[in-house]
């Protein structure tokens, strides 16, 4: 969920009179389905390596290693004081793979997990047991979502992303031109 958090961190940003020159986004390259089933197995199992028909979780070692290209940029850019011109290198070189179905699910997700976090602070702070059964629904709901909604979501985007076509190709706010 890189979109929505590269707005809130530009936001954060401007608050402090800062300005995001440039960013990188490494991300798993696996089906919803698959990563979200991957990094369940990461979370609750502590296992990251691929096991039986699943990949290793998040995103993977080459990805990380190749990120090392951007670096080499980076340097070029902060030495000749050019920072403006580091997004559109950083783009140029693939520094961001964006998908138009992902802005529109994480929007929804974004509106959740804001919802799920109020209410389950309502009972606490971090470690009180009473948050514990709203943490549990909580999974729950994070199981329903992922599995169950997240698929009609995609279907309904796909269905529907001509009609959005225009808005989701416009994301400069988000470093994706």
């Known amino acids: ?3 929505m958090g590269i707005r809130q961190v530009k936001e954060y940003l401007q608050g402090i009179q800062a300005k995001l020159v440039g960013h990188i ?9 698959v990563s979200g089933l991957t990094i369940v197995r990461w979370l609750m199992f502590g296992k990251k390596r691929a096991s039986f028909l699943l990949p290793d979780a998040g995103v993977s070692d080459a990805d990380i290693q190749n990120s090392s290209q951007y670096g080499e940029i980076i340097r070029k850019v902060t030495n000749k004081k050019e920072l403006a011109d580091m997004q559109d290198l950083l783009l140029a070189a693939g520094a961001i793979n964006y998908k138009p179905s992902v802005l529109f699910l994480e929007k929804m997700g974004h509106r ?8 389950i602070r309502m009972k606490g702070e971090f470690g009180n047991p009473k948050r514990l059964f709203r943490q549990n629904l909580f999974f729950c709901y994070l199981l329903i979502a992922l599995f169950l909604l997240s698929p ?3 279907l309904f985007f796909n269905l529907t992303y001509p009609l959005h076509r225009v ?4 994301l400069n706010d988000c470093g994706v031109k």
């Open 1 to 3: 969920m890189w979109l």
């Open 25 to 33: 986004v490494l991300q798993d390259r696996y089906h919803n389905w």
């Open 112 to 119: 959740m997990f804001g919802f799920w976090a109020k209410f």
């Open 152 to 154: 009609f979501a995609q």
């Open 167 to 170: 808005g989701y190709n416009r």
